[in-house]
């Protein structure tokens, strides 16, 4: 196969497709579909459960799971980060954990209350398919793209891979609500599952055609090569030392994401259980609805974020868009109605996307010369799993003790340290 240079057009196309394939894991597993499942396997909202010999509430346990998984990530990205790198195979570990995401979706089909511990395994396998994967493909971005696409290309992404899963979750949308009973709801939310799985392992194999193996070659692993990846991991950590822009940014980073992601990660079960619906098909629909507001507005967040980067500079964006996170917060913990809820996912969409595009975006830009690009993407990524780690340990204990409303409200603190911490990021120019 022929290797396209980079920056070219179709490679570009093809790296950003992979946001096509995968984001039906995070609408359909992570954000909709799945969590109402979840909640409908129980007799109540207060229901507990069972599960590694403690008794807990519903989405703490969720949230426990969630964390571990990050957690696991967090710990297997810098390894894995820096073998790719030396053996040249970013593309094999990409497809690796993009497999064992979509075996986990398939899986998803067997859940249930009375084998928890299997379901909670394959809802292990997606969560950690789907961001292992996302590891070697942000990777990827300083090599296909110059500096001046970057923002597009990472928007575009974003872009693609709203459109792509709003697309698939209408469809799940309508075999859930073509059902007039419980039982043939629940079975339809199964099948939804074994589509998620299907959609993300085959459009993904554009993506591996046309992106290139890796930057080096020749090497082959052996037991020293996982000793190299620390000694890469070393000099980079020296590095990102020495390099006051790139290190005070992944401090703000990590702040903001950890609260980005958490809000992301649990939203539809705060609506499930906090908001006052009037029926259980009210809430099913008002739900989905609600994230495919949020993924359609997301697209023009993106694409907004994208063009307010350009004039005010990437650092000012991020500083106004951590702002209306704050609020968004404050406006969360008063939410009672269904129309409330529509609100905020309406500005969450405005918002998510942005963040999201222009966090990846800015780190790419902010990195030396180098072609040791997944090493350094792997911190990236390390940042923001750990994040999510605290942010979800800190969402379940306040749950657990007081609610999800004092939890969310919580996560103000971190969007006003995280826009504290992006004033003191050093500009270069007024394009940063």
């Known amino acids: 196969m022929n290797q396209f240079e980079k920056g070219s057009k179709k490679l570009l196309n093809a790296w950003a497709f992979y946001d096509w394939a995968n984001s039906v894991y995070t609408l359909t597993i992570a954000s909709s579909i799945f969590p109402l499942f979840y909640s409908s396997l129980f007799d109540s ?8 010999g403690f008794q807990m509430k519903q989405e703490v346990l969720i949230s426990f799971v969630t ?11 810098p390894l894995l980060s820096g073998i790719a790198d030396y053996v040249g195979n970013k593309k094999n570990f990409m497809k690796f954990f993009c497999y064992l995401g979509s075996a986990g979706c ?14 909670l395994l394959f809802y292990f396998m997606g969560l950690i398919g789907y961001w292992g ?17 970057q923002d597009s290309i990472s928007a575009k992404g974003f872009s693609m891979g709203y459109i792509g899963s709003v697309l698939l979750l209408v469809l799940n949308l309508v075999m859930v609500m073509s059902q007039d009973d419980k039982a043939g709801a629940i079975k339809m939310m199964k099948y939804s599952f074994i589509t998620v799985g299907i959609w993300w392992a085959l459009f993904s194999q554009y993506t591996f055609y046309i992106l290139p193996k890796g930057v080096s070659s020749g090497h082959k692993v052996t037991k020293d090569v996982v000793f190299n990846g620390f000694k890469e991991l070393k000099i980079v950590w020296n590095q990102l030392k020495q390099n006051l822009r790139l290190k005070r940014y992944l401090n703000a980073f990590f702040v903001f994401s950890m609260a ?8 539809v079960y705060y609506g499930e259980k906090e ?3 009037t029926s259980d098909s009210e809430k099913t629909t008002g739900l989905i609805v609600s994230i495919l507001v949020i993924q359609l507005v997301a697209i023009l967040g993106a694409i907004l974020t994208s063009k307010a980067s350009s004039k005010y500079g990437n650092i000012n964006t ?6 209306i996170w704050m609020c968004i917060c404050v406006y969360a913990f008063y939410m009672v109605t269904p129309v409330d809820f529509y ?10 996307g942005g963040v999201q595009s222009l966090g990846r975006s800015t780190y790419s830009k902010f990195l030396p010369e180098t072609k040791d690009t997944t090493s350094y993407f792997s911190f990236y990524d390390v940042a923001e799993k750990i994040g999510i780690v605290i942010g979800m340990l800190i969402f379940a204990i306040v749950s657990q003790y007081k609610s999800m409303r004092y939890a969310i409200l919580f996560l103000f603190v971190f969007f006003l340290a995280g826009i504290i911490l992006l004033f003191r990021v050093p500009k270069l120019s007024n394009k940063e």
């Open 318 to 323: 991020l500083i106004g868009v951590n702002f």
């Open 343 to 352: 609100i905020a996912a309406g500005v969450v969409g405005l918002v998510m």
């Open 67 to 77: 964390a571990f998984t990050f957690l696991v990530v967090a710990f297997l990205s």
């Open 45 to 52: 909202k207060e229901a507990l459960v069972m599960a590694f």
């Open 260 to 267: 980005v992601q958490t809000i992301m990660l649990m939203a």
């Open 133 to 149: 994967s996302l590891v070697f493909y942000n990777s990827y971005l300083p090599d296909i793209a110059f500096e001046e696409q």
């Open 106 to 119: 398939i899986g998803l089909y067997w859940f249930d209350i009375e084998h928890i511990h299997l379901g």
């Open 275 to 277: 908001i006052a619906w």
